[in-house]
C-alpha cells in the first residue's frame, strides 16, 4: 500500500512540474508591451514619455513582489495561483476593453493602475510555482530553477507567434489572450500544482528523476528553435500559421509523457528496491540536526561578536546593506537588466523608427534568445566555477561588454542591425537574469535570501524609470515631430541614437564594476570550487 501511495505522489509531483512549466510558458507578459504600445500610444495620444511611463508602471508591478512572497509562507498554492491569475485577468482584461474599443480610454492614472496589476500578476504566478518546485524535487534544485526561469523567456516568443499565426499581430486579440489564457492554465494548475511531501527514494529513482529533467530541457531547446525558425519564415500563408499554431501546442503538451509513463512503470513494476535507497538524507534527523545547529549557532555568535560576516558567510538584510559588494552588484545589475528594459519595452517604436512596421519578429528574438542566455549561462556557469574557480560575476562582466557592443550597432542603424541588436540584448539580459541569481546567495548567503533577491529585483522596476521612462522618453521627444491628434512620432535613426550610445556607456560602468567584484570575491570562488572537489572526491571513494 505505501509503495503504491508512493507511486502516485511521484507521478502527481511530475504532473505538478508540468503545470508549472505551462504557468511559466504564459507569465511573461512583463516583456510583451511593445506589441500593444503603438495602439495605446494613438487611442490615448501619448507622447513617448507619457507611452515609457506606462511601461514602467507596468514594472513597477514587480516591486510589489515582496506581498506574494510573504503570502506563500500562509497561504497553499492553489491561493497564490488564483490571485495572480485574477489580478492578470483584471489588469490586461481592462486594456484590452480600452484597445477593443469596447470603452472609452480610462485616464491616464486608472492605465497606470491596470498596467501595475498586469505586471504584479506575473510575481504570484511565479512565486507558487518556484516555492512548489523547488520543496518537490530538493535534490535538483538548479534543474528546475534553469527550465522554469526558461520558460519564462520563452513566454513572451509564444505568445508574439501564436497571435501573429492566429490573429495577425492584432493587438486587441493579443491583449485578449493575455487575459483569459493565463488566468485558464493557472485555473488549471490549481487541481495539479501543489506540494508532496518528502520521501525516501533509491540511487536508481534519483538517477531516474536526472533524465526526467534532461528531458524537460530538450524538449524546451526544441521549442525555442521552432519558434525561432517561424521567426524567419517570410508571409506565411494562413494554412501555415494554423499548423504552427497546432504544432507548438502539442510540443508543450509533449512534457505530460513523463508524467504518464513515470506513473505506469510504477504501476507494473516487479517490486521495491529497498537495498538502492539512499541512506543519507538531504536533511538530517531532527536530534542530530539540532545539535549541529546549536553548536554551529554558539561558534557562529561568537565570531560575530568578533567581527562582522564577510563575503560568502550568512548576512542579514541590514549586513548585506553595508557592505560595498552588495552595492557593486546592485549597480552592476541596473545597468544590465535597466537598459535591457529599455529595449524591450521600447521595441514597437524603434522598430517603427527604423523603417519595420511589424516588429513582432524582434519581440520573438529577443525573447528566445533570452531563454538560450538563462539555461546555457547557469550551467557553463557552474562548470567553470568547479574546474578553475572563476568567479561568477566575471560572466555578468562579459554580457555587460557584449551588451555594449549591441548597442553600438543598434546606434549605428545598419541594415539588419536591429535583428543582430535585439538577438544580442535578449541572450545579455537571460545572462544577467541567471548568474545574479546565484551569485547573491553565493556571497550573501541563504538564511535572508528571499528578501535580498527581492532588493535586487527591484532593479527591473528602478531600471525601467529611469533607462526607458526617462532617458528614452524624454530624448525620444525631443526628436519627434507632434501629430495632429495631440501624440508626436519619430522616423529616422537619429530618434534613439543619443539613447543607445548613453546605454553604451552605462554598460561599460557596469562591465566595470562586476571585474571589480570578481576580483573581491576571488577567494569565495576559490572556496566553493575547493567544497566541490572535495566532496566529489569523497563520494567517488565511499562508491568504491
Known amino acids: 500500500m505505501?509503495?503504491?501511495?508512493?507511486?502516485?505522489?511521484?507521478?502527481?509531483?511530475?504532473?505538478?512540474?508540468?503545470?508549472?512549466?505551462?504557468?511559466?510558458?504564459?507569465?511573461?507578459?512583463?516583456?510583451?508591451?511593445?506589441?500593444y504600445s503603438d495602439a495605446l500610444k494613438s487611442l490615448m495620444h501619448l507622447t513617448?514619455?507619457?507611452?515609457?511611463?506606462?511601461?514602467?508602471?507596468?514594472?513597477?508591478?514587480?516591486?510589489?513582489?515582496?506581498?506574494?512572497?510573504l503570502a506563500s509562507d500562509r497561504f497553499p498554492t492553489w491561493a497564490i495561483l488564483l490571485i495572480g491569475s485574477i489580478e492578470g485577468l483584471i489588469g490586461n482584461g481592462v486594456q484590452w476593453l480600452v484597445v477593443s474599443h469596447r470603452i472609452q480610454p480610462l485616464p491616464y492614472w486608472q492605465m497606470c493602475i491596470f498596467l501595475c496589476m498586469g505586471g504584479n500578476s506575473t510575481t504570484w504566478m511565479n512565486t507558487a510555482v518556484l516555492v512548489t518546485c523547488m520543496r518537490n524535487f530538493r535534490r535538483n534544485r538548479g534543474p528546475v530553477s534553469g527550465i522554469l526561469k526558461g520558460y519564462v523567456g520563452l513566454s513572451t516568443a509564444i505568445f508574439t507567434d501564436l497571435c501573429s499565426a492566429l490573429f495577425a499581430d492584432d493587438p486587441a486579440s493579443f491583449l485578449i489572450m493575455l487575459s483569459v489564457v493565463p488566468f485558464a492554465v493557472c485555473l488549471t494548475g490549481v487541481f495539479f500544482l501543489r506540494e508532496v511531501p518528502p520521501a525516501d527514494s533509491t540511487a536508481a529513482q534519483d538517477k531516474e528523476e536526472s533524465r526526467y529533467f534532461g528531458l524537460f530541457n530538450a524538449v524546451a531547446v526544441v521549442v525555442a528553435v521552432y519558434l525561432l525558425v517561424y521567426g524567419f519564415v517570410p508571409n506565411p500563408s494562413t494554412l501555415v500559421s494554423?499548423?504552427?499554431?497546432?504544432?507548438?501546442?502539442?510540443?508543450?503538451?509533449?512534457?505530460?509523457?513523463?508524467?504518464?509513463?513515470?506513473?505506469?512503470?510504477?504501476?507494473?513494476?516487479?517490486?521495491?528496491?529497498?537495498?538502492?535507497?539512499?541512506?543519507?538524507?538531504?536533511?538530517?534527523?531532527?536530534?542530530?540536526?539540532?545539535?549541529m545547529?546549536?553548536?554551529?549557532?554558539?561558534?557562529?555568535?561568537?565570531?560575530?561578536?568578533?567581527?562582522?560576516?564577510?563575503?560568502?558567510e550568512e548576512h542579514t538584510i541590514v549586513e548585506a546593506l553595508k557592505t560595498l559588494?552588495?552595492?557593486?552588484?546592485?549597480?552592476?545589475?541596473?545597468?544590465?537588466?535597466?537598459?535591457?528594459?529599455?529595449?524591450?519595452?521600447?521595441m514597437g517604436q524603434i522598430g517603427l523608427a527604423l523603417g519595420y512596421s511589424d516588429v513582432s519578429i524582434f519581440v520573438s528574438l529577443t525573447s528566445i534568445w533570452g531563454f538560450f542566455g538563462r539555461i546555457i549561462s547557469g550551467s557553463v556557469s557552474e562548470y567553470f566555477i568547479k574546474k578553475a574557480a572563476t568567479p561568477r560575476p566575471l560572466w555578468n562582466a562579459a554580457s555587460q561588454i557584449v551588451m555594449a557592443v549591441g548597442y553600438i550597432l543598434l546606434a549605428l542603424a545598419m541594415p539588419g542591425s536591429l535583428y543582430i541588436g535585439s538577438t544580442?540584448?535578449?541572450?545579455?539580459?537571460?545572462?544577467?537574469l541567471a548568474i545574479t541569481v546565484p551569485t547573491a546567495s553565493e556571497l550573501f548567503g541563504l538564511k535572508y535570501y528571499g528578501l535580498i533577491y527581492n532588493i535586487?529585483?527591484?532593479?527591473?522596476?528602478?531600471?525601467?524609470?529611469?533607462?526607458?521612462?526617462?532617458?528614452?522618453?524624454?530624448?525620444?521627444?525631443?526628436?519627434?515631430?507632434?501629430?495632429?491628434?495631440?501624440?508626436?512620432?519619430?522616423?529616422?535613426?537619429?530618434?534613439?541614437?543619443?539613447?543607445?550610445?548613453?546605454?553604451?556607456a552605462a554598460c561599460i560602468v557596469g562591465f566595470l564594476l562586476d571585474i571589480l567584484?570578481?576580483?573581491?570575491?576571488?577567494?569565495?570562488?576559490?572556496?566553493?570550487?575547493?567544497?566541490?572537489?572535495?566532496?566529489?572526491?569523497?563520494?567517488?571513494?565511499s562508491s568504491r
Open 2 to 35: 505505501g509503495s503504491e501511495v508512493g507511486d502516485v505522489s511521484t507521478a502527481s509531483k511530475w504532473l505538478g512540474f508540468v503545470a508549472a512549466v505551462w504557468i511559466q510558458a504564459i507569465s511573461g507578459n512583463n516583456y510583451t508591451f511593445s506589441n
Open 48 to 69: 513617448q514619455i507619457q507611452l515609457n511611463n506606462l511601461s514602467v508602471a507596468k514594472d513597477v508591478g514587480k516591486a510589489f513582489g515582496l506581498l506574494a512572497g
Open 242 to 291: 494554423r499548423v504552427f499554431a497546432v504544432v507548438l501546442l502539442l510540443l508543450l503538451a509533449a512534457p505530460l509523457g513523463i508524467p504518464v509513463y513515470s506513473y505506469f512503470k510504477a504501476r507494473f513494476k516487479p517490486g521495491l528496491d529497498i537495498e538502492g535507497r539512499v541512506n543519507e538524507p538531504l536533511i538530517r534527523s531532527q536530534d542530530e540536526g539540532n545539535e
Open 293 to 312: 545547529e546549536a553548536d554551529n549557532r554558539v561558534n557562529k555568535e561568537t565570531e560575530v561578536i568578533r567581527r562582522g560576516p564577510v563575503v560568502g
Open 325 to 346: 559588494d552588495f552595492w557593486i552588484l546592485f549597480v552592476s545589475f541596473l545597468c544590465g537588466v535597466g537598459t535591457g528594459l529599455a529595449v524591450m519595452n521600447n
Open 424 to 432: 544580442i540584448v535578449g541572450i545579455c539580459y537571460g545572462v544577467r
Open 456 to 504: 535586487l529585483i527591484l532593479n527591473l522596476p528602478l531600471g525601467s524609470f529611469l533607462f526607458s521612462g526617462l532617458l528614452a522618453g524624454i530624448l525620444y521627444d525631443m526628436e519627434a515631430t507632434t501629430t495632429a491628434g495631440g501624440g508626436n512620432t519619430c522616423i529616422g535613426a537619429h530618434c534613439y541614437r543619443l539613447v543607445f550610445i548613453i546605454m553604451t
Open 517 to 541: 567584484l570578481s576580483i573581491r570575491t576571488k577567494n569565495v570562488y576559490h572556496k566553493i570550487s575547493l567544497s566541490k572537489k572535495t566532496k566529489k572526491s569523497s563520494q567517488t571513494s
